[in-house]
């Protein structure tokens, strides 16, 4: 029996040592009693140290108290699930995807949670290179005196700059949600054409549909703003 419970844990070990994220144990005293071999790396410590350390050890005063309410939380039965910044051992910056599940014995008892941590940086990274480009497009179409408005495939409007905004603003447009994020250019300009001076705004439309179907390259139309 010894020998079956000793295979059992090293085929426990060898299966989350192979796992590609961070798993571990607490226990009620918030003491870690199981990490896998890549909750080590991170930290950069052996087990023998970080097995039966606490959390405010190992984790330092700042980050214990931060992640302390989420660690009672699960003590008390809750799941919970975020994200967080940790400190690597070689002191570069990561990003995870957290989670605390509660280990409830069939009594109901929480004798502690698991721990199961996935590295995002790749992602993280990627979100905020996106976030930096997209605030960069946004500071140059605003930097434009032109009136810019892009709009898919479907004629709906995906952004406009401030010059857009400034303009619709001071020549009446009452409803600006008609003509900023979301609305339908295509149908604003369909409803136009009914309307004294109509044929240009057929002009503008037809112009449009031709370039969103590739038939035109480009399409441009000089009119007076009435």
Known sequence: RQRALLEREHFIKH???AMPGMVGYWDRDLRCQFANKIYLEWFG???????????????????????????????????????????????????????YIPDVR?????????????????????????RDSEAFVRGVLDSLTE?????DANGVITTVNASWQRFAQENGAAEMAMVSTGA???????SAEPMPNGEEAAQVLTGIRNVLDGSLPEFALEYPCH
Request: proline share 5%.
């Open 106 to 130: 069939e009594s109901g008892e929480v004798v502690g949670f698991f721990v199961l941590v996935t590295d995002v940086t790749p992602l993280k990274l990627a979100e905020l290179r996106l």
């Open 15 to 17: 299966v989350t040592d």
């Open 184 to 190: 339908n250019y295509l149908e604003i300009c369909a």
């Open 45 to 99: 410590k052996p087990p023998e140290v970080i097995i039966g350390d606490t959390a405010m050890s190992l984790s330092g005063a700042t980050l214990f108290e931060k992640h302390a309410p989420l660690m009672r939380e699960a003590l008390n039965g809750t799941p919970q699930h975020f994200e967080r910044t940790l400190t690597k051992a070689d002191g570069s910056l990561g990003y995870t995807w957290a989670q």
């Open 147 to 151: 009136h810019v408005a892009v709009i």
